[in-house]
C-alpha cells in the first residue's frame, strides 16, 4: 500500500490542489516500510488524480480538498482522508493504528489567490 500526504515542511499542506510536495510512504504488513518525496508541482487541480495515480496511490491524507477533487480520486480508485492538520509522521502512525478518521475537509469556494491557504477551519465545511 501507498499513502499520499500533502506536505508543507514536516506537516499537512491545507489545500490538494495547489500541493508541491507529497509524502509517499510504502505500508507492508501494517507498518511503514519506506518515505519518499515526490514533487507534484507541475500538477495542478485537475491532473494531480492522474499524477497519483501513476504514483501507484492507494490513499491521499490531505487538509482541505474540493468535491471535484474528491470525485476524480474516488474515480481512480484512490482513497481519500481529508480534513486533517498537523504532522505528516503522525497522522500516518495514527491511519496505521486505526485511529485516523475523514474529517470532511471540502473546499467550498472557487476564488483561490496565490496567498490563499485552504484552512478547514476558516475557509472550508
Sequence with gaps: MKIAVTTQGDQIFQHFGKCPIFTVYSIENGS????????????????LTGFLKNAGIDLVICGGIGDGAKKMLSGAGI??????????????NL???????DAGGSCNHDDHGSDHVCSCENHCS
Design 32 to 47: 511503514i516500510q519506506g518515505k519518499t518525496q515526490i514533487d507534484a508541482s507541475q500538477n495542478g487541480h485537475a491532473a
Design 79 to 92: 482513497k481519500l482522508i481529508s480534513g486533517v492538520e498537523g504532522s505528516i509522521e503522525d497522522t500516518v
Design 95 to 101: 491511519y496505521l493504528s486505526g485511529n485516523l478518521k
